[in-house]
């Protein structure tokens, strides 16, 4: 039961980590319905976002390189020069200073206070009306090297909200991206390329966290099968994602979030 739970949540955290539906948030409610808990639900956590993570830098390593390379230039030399790597790295950076200052004084308590299901379903519910209106109203036409420091710090400030389950880290990111006049592509890349630090160090917290409780008790094929299943299906969700937005709209995210939303109310209700 362990094997096949462990690959049915790699499989979700891999396509709803990178899908604007809510990777927390699908798995509080597979959680919530499948009434299951590994050995060690903190290892087994730390596992499928590291399996996200290693998709992420499979899919974009040249851009992380560049961006890499350009940053260590700049910050030895102590200055951002008109080369749009340069800053743009800079901006990855700086964007993610809003999420890692929430993450690190009220994660905990998002996490326990908002890690309810009635709350992810009417976070779906929201978060897919924003998403509906964003995406019919705000797309624009700017690309990657048309960002700017304002643009990145008001998409970094809207990826802190990511912390409550049911928002989802991309779906709120994106939107910013689409409010800020850039294509839809471009605003998931961006998303992409802005996780990247966030989950990084998210992943560390939780193996420092994990090192602290000193729990040595779980089943190593069962974390290796999570990880595998979440690497593999998040490269291809990143890959496929990107091609789709070149001529679809996220409206189809839309709907799916609030109608699951909604059927999840019912069933708590009746």
């Not at 808990?37 to 851009?63: E, R, S």
């Not at 009635?118 to 964003?134: D, P």
């Not at 994602?241 to 909604?262: D, E, H, K, P, T």
Request: hydrophobic content about 55%.
């Amino acid at each position: 039961m362990e094997i096949f739970y462990s690959i049915i949540a790699g499989v979700i955290q891999g396509l709803t980590e990178f899908l604007p539906i809510s990777s927390s948030g699908h798995l509080v409610i597979l959680h919530d319905f499948l009434k299951f808990d590994f050995i060690d639900n903190l290892a087994f956590d730390v596992i499928l976002h590291l399996g996200t993570l290693v998709a992420l830098i499979l899919f974009f390593w040249q851009d992380i390189l560049k961006y890499f390379l350009a940053f260590c230039q700049s910050f030895f030399r102590w200055e951002i020069n008109s080369n749009f790597e340069q800053r743009f790295a800079w901006y990855l950076i700086l964007a993610n200073i809003p999420a890692a200052i929430v993450g690190f004084f009220w994660e905990d308590l998002i996490g326990t206070v908002f890690r309810q299901t009635w709350i992810v379903a009417s976070m779906l519910i929201v978060v897919g009306l924003i998403l509906y209106l964003a995406d019919r109203y705000l797309v624009g036409q700017n690309r990657l090297s048309q960002i700017n420091f304002k643009n990145s710090l008001i998409i970094g400030l809207a990826q802190a909200l990511a912390l409550i389950p049911g928002v989802s880290r991309s779906g709120i990111t994106i939107i910013a991206g689409l409010s800020q006049k850039l294509n839809r592509e471009t605003a998931a890349r961006f998303s992409f390329l802005l996780s990247i630090p966030i989950i990084f160090a998210a992943g560390m917290k939780k193996i420092v966290d994990r090192a602290i409780e000193r729990s040595s008790d779980f089943n190593y094929l069962v974390l290796f099968l999570g990880f595998l299943a979440s690497a593999i299906t998040g490269y291809f969700c990143i890959k496929y994602f990107l091609r789709f937005l070149q001529n679809y709209s996220l409206r189809i995210f839309a709907y799916y979030r609030i109608i699951l939303g909604v059927v999840i109310l019912l069933i708590l209700l009746f």
